[in-house]
């Protein structure tokens, strides 16, 4: 075989083998596997998440009967009623004018009152109750009144979603539950309740009710435990990678990812975590949802909810802005008068504004109970230290409910049971020093 012959046979290969080798990779498919939910950091939280139903609760239960009544205003107490409301199916609903019905129906039918700290919009009502497909609306419901009454021939229960500041109430019927069985669960709860009157405060719409006898409550002591600050800065912050510290002092420190900063109070215990290069978007004209669903989301985005903290206030701002105020519950109350013992959001359109809570837990505290016991005001000792002070407009007292008072100490915290008053948007205590 001659040279040339075996240079065009060795040419003619190399030229099979580059065409079949381009068809191969033209042709490869890789068999690659999928990667689900790649996340370059590890998301860090503060806690587990807390449902809905946890953080938006009443804060206190009444039973009416034959223009009787009783109460509780410790949370512990009134969750097994609770638990029978978030089981019910609403269907029905009409909208009607308030004006007196509201103490007129707890006069002639047995009822159960739940009552919240502020008004709550019927959208987050729809994601906690069934409501059977329908979407009912009203603004800032304070209170969900349960009895039955007679339909032609047929006994019916019923639920009124009460608002005060709209002057209106939505009817619903409760399809797959009799009020017996709130009548059942209160026969087995009957010893946690009070013996309560309305009072003449607040709206004539909406009574007001407080203990007759004389009450006493023990003190109770807590240790809180620092949350390391690697770890707020790491739950707070999306991608901690880009966290740097911005500023220090000898008991405060700021860190900023370029958008957000977060401010810690070393000897005051607390936080600030401020957002002032968020985007503002808009809500879509078909979306709307409540602040408070978005609030409630954030926190739980981290884990904020270290504590088991019960929604207490609500309050619209100016330019677009939405507070949303948690409590600390504590042995079944609200806790007040501390930074362990409140936690804020303010809400601008889709986005946190500004978050400040306690840098704080209590929540593996061993709880200390005090021999010394808090005697507690009586409905006729409160009447008559509200009517003696100058500084308060009667009718302006939205609600009153038992908290704690929270003292700070070195290390220890003490819980005081106390009467508070929700006054002109705002938590606060009846002072001892003015009871007269």
């Known amino acids: 075989m001659t040279l040339e012959k075996l240079k065009t046979i060795t040419l ?31 998301k860090v939280t503060l806690a587990a998440e807390r449902p809905l139903s946890e953080v938006i609760k009443p804060i206190q239960l009444f039973y009416h009967d034959d223009n009787t009544h009783w109460g509780t205003y410790n949370s512990q107490h009134l969750s097994p009623f609770y638990q029978l409301l978030l089981d019910a199916t609403f269907v029905n609903f009409e909208t009607h004018t308030l004006d007196s019905r509201l103490r007129q129906l707890v006069k002639e039918h047995r009822s159960i009152e739940f009552v919240y700290a502020d008004g709550v919009s019927m959208n987050v009502f729809h994601q906690l109750l ?43 019927e409760i399809k797959n539950q009799t009020f017996q069985a709130y009548e059942d669960v209160y026969e087995r709860e009957r010893q946690n309740f009070l013996a309560v009157k309305p009072l003449n405060i607040g709206s004539d719409r909406m009574p ?8 006493k409550l023990n003190r109770l002591q807590a240790y809180p435990v620092p949350i390391p600050e ?7 912050f999306s991608d901690p990678n880009l966290v740097r510290e911005s500023y220090r002092e000898a008991d405060i420190r700021s860190y900023t990812d370029g958008n957000s900063e977060l401010k810690l109070y070393l000897l005051e215990n607390y936080l600030t975590y401020i957002n002032p290069t968020r985007r503002g978007e808009q809500q879509t004209d078909d979306v709307e949802e409540s602040p408070f669903l ?43 008068d501390a930074r362990i013992a409140e936690m804020k959001v303010i809400w601008q359109e889709q986005e946190v504004f500004e978050y400040i809570r306690a840098t704080e837990t209590i929540s593996d505290s061993v709880i200390y109970k005090e021999p010394d016991m808090e005697t507690l005001l009586t409905a006729e ?25 929270v003292s ?7 819980f005081t049971p106390n009467w508070y008053m929700y006054y002109r948007g705002t938590w606060e205590p009846i002072l001892k020093e003015s009871n007269g």
Not at 18 to 32: A, D, G, K, M, R
Not at 230 to 236: C, D, G, P
Not at 387 to 392: A, F, G, P, R
């Open 230 to 236: 690697l770890e707020l800065t790491n739950a707070l």
């Open 130 to 172: 069934d409501f059977n497909q329908e979407r009912p609306m009203l603004s800032d419901v304070e209170r969900i009144v349960l009895f039955e009454k007679r339909n032609g021939n047929r006994i019916k229960m019923f639920a009124w979603f009460v608002s005060k500041s709209r002057n209106s109430y939505i009817e619903a």
């Open 208 to 215: 007001i009710y407080f203990p007759i006898k004389q009450l």
């Open 294 to 336: 978005q609030v409630h989301r954030f926190i739980n985005s981290h884990g904020g909810y270290t504590e088991p903290f019960t929604f207490m206030g609500i309050k619209r701002l100016p330019d677009n802005k939405t507070e949303v105020e948690f409590h600390l519950s504590f042995n079944g109350y609200p806790s007040f």
């Open 381 to 405: 000792e409160l009447e008559y230290s509200l009517k003696q002070s100058l500084n308060v407009d009667m009718k302006q007292i939205d609600n009153l409910t038992l908290g704690y008072m």
């Open 408 to 414: 700070t100490y070195d290390d220890y915290l003490v």
């Open 12 to 42: 003619m290969i190399l030229v099979l083998l580059s065409l079949v080798l381009t068809y191969f990779l033209w042709t490869y498919e890789p068999n690659y596997e999928p990667l689900h939910n790649l996340e370059t950091v590890e």
